[in-house]
């Protein structure tokens, strides 16, 4: 991944750092029709690039990764425990890219039909560009250029970690969609029992705010 020019490079990054305190074990691993919910983020990035990075919290059991060939890393160091931003620093400091789209790890309606929607806005001379349904923003289903690396390297030093305050700070481009399954998140037993046991999608479906 790492010797090859940056230019037109887009990287993958999956977001599977936090605790799935809520949930009560790891998320990443809940299953949806047999099949893991990374996976589906997996597969959804790997319908838009080959180069894919799976940002992983300190316990996870990497037998299952390694199993699948997957790239994964932890956050750095410095950063663990800090949130996503932490997740998409770690990526941009170690693998080069012009642009990187992200994605969760617990999103298992998630589908690249979306993510290539993003992709349109790329050349809009945004530095992020950002879904939003009925008016929730979706950093974390997202794509950012890497000139907001040493920013968000900034908010990281200064404690600011939400997604919410940084992307503000950037050239942001928010594109409403309208797929509402698309964006649900799994974060509760409840939420598992709802979405996934009964199938008991939108328009019951609430998307969790970003914090
Ligand atoms: N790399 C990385 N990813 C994170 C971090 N914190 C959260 N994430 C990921 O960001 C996404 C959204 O986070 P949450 O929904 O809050 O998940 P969580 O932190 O595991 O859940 P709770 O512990 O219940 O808050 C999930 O895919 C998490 O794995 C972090 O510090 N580093």
Redesign the pocket.
Known sequence: MGDESSVNKMIGI??????????GQ???FAKRNGKEFILY?IEALQCITKDVVV???PEIDTKWLQRNQLTYI??LEL??????????Y?VMSQFKSEWYIV?????PFINAHLLKKLQLYRNDGCEAIVPSVHGNIQP?IAMYHHRVKEKIRWHLEQNKLSMKHFLPSIHTRYVEINDDDAFI?I??KDEYDQYIVHNNLFPQASF?KT?
Not at 14 to 23: D, E, P, T
Not at 79 to 88: C, E, N, R, S, V
Not at 103 to 107: E, S, Y
Request: hydrophobic content about 30%.
């Open positions: 999956v977001l599977a750092g936090g605790q799935s305190k809520r949930f790891p998320k990443a983020s940002v992983i919290h932890q956050d950063y663990q425990g800090k949130g996503p931003l932490a997740g998409i770690s994605l969760p790890c617990d999103t974390l998140n974060n509760t969790s914090k």
